[in-house]
């Protein structure tokens, strides 16, 4: 973030599109072999995998942290916490579903240091897989979008969606945003539309 404090949406908004862009990037090199085309097939659906985990887990880490950070000192028990943690297992989706006996919404650091971070994951990473579609409809669009969210004035710094609007990129607060975004994915990956009847 270069000591600058202009959201932490956007500074993880910077670090996961760089990801995502060298996949779209690396793809043509990829192909010269059966066996590179393989390999980035595999990588491919590990990264989207990944993405998939990343809107379930910190989703849930974020459910969380709310939950908590809504008790009154008083009331945060070992028991309450617990129960807490259950509660907002509702909110995960599929098979991303913590264990509860590692504790591991409690541990996370970023709980206690930089409370309400983790939600930032999952705003961010809606964005910089448009910025990936953008790369991948026109070839250097979600390079140009990506550099003119560096160039900001960090001097008299706008909202998140502000700033992503400034650069061309949707809000990821939006109706329809993740399904627009998993439609643009099953496109890249099988070059067909998804449509759910």
Known sequence: NDGRNAGLDLSEVYSQALSYLMLVKIQSKMSATQT??????????????NLYNILAYQGYLATFEHMVYGLSVDEVTELRLKSL?????????????????????????????????????????????????????????????????????????????KELERAGISSPLRD???????????????????IKR
């Open 36 to 49: 590179l085309k393989d390999n980035y097939r595999y990588m491919l659906h590990k990264e989207m995998d």
């Open 176 to 194: 329809g945003a993740i399904t627009d975004m998993y439609q643009g994915i099953y496109q890249f990956i099988t070059g067909r539309t998804y």
């Open 85 to 161: 943690m259950n509660d907002a297992q509702e909110y995960c989706l599929g098979s991303v579903i913590p264990d509860l006996s590692t504790w591991d919404a409690v541990l996370i650091v970023h709980t206690v240091e930089y409370p309400f971070y983790v939600q930032s994951y999952c705003t961010s990473l809606v964005a910089a897989i448009e910025i990936m579609l953008m790369e991948i409809e026109e070839e250097g669009a979600g390079v140009d979008a990506f550099m003119s969210l560096l160039a900001r004035d960090n001097s008299n710094p706008l909202s998140f969606e």
